[in-house]
């Protein structure tokens, strides 16, 4: 499995971006995709997740990014989304895609920059 992230930019405090993460393979062997940010000297921490397994829709979010933060799937696409809106400096951050699959994998994307900045 290959994940493939892109998305990321340079965006003004209060400003919106979109994720996307594109997986490889079968999408009947996905459990979950989210997404996870680790910032410079800080753990990487987790995001936002959803189940991906047909027409199922559990999402979750972290709190620190709640109201704020969307996660969607498109499952024909093998493809999970993070819309990020009311951005602060604080999300600042490398954002990596994150996989799980139902045999117990866990695959990891690139990551892409996201820098919120005026």
């Known amino acids: 499995v290959q994940l493939q992230a892109s998305g990321g930019g340079l965006v003004q405090p209060g400003g919106s971006l979109r994720l996307s993460c594109a997986a490889s393979g079968s999408s009947k062997s996905i459990n979950t995709m989210g997404w996870y940010r680790q910032a410079p000297g800080s753990q990487r921490e987790w995001v936002a997740s959803?189940?991906?397994?047909?027409?199922?829709?559990?999402?979750d979010t972290a709190d620190s990014v709640k109201g704020r933060f969307t996660v969607s799937k498109e499952y024909a696409k093998n493809t999970v989304y993070l819309q990020m809106s009311s951005l602060k400096p604080e999300d600042t951050a490398v954002y990596y895609c994150?996989?799980?699959?139902?045999?117990?994998?866990?695959?990891w994307g690139q990551g892409t920059q996201v820098t919120v900045s005026s």
């Open positions: 959803i189940t991906f397994y047909g027409n199922i829709n559990t999402a």
């Open positions: 994150d996989l799980r699959s139902f045999n117990g994998a866990n695959y």
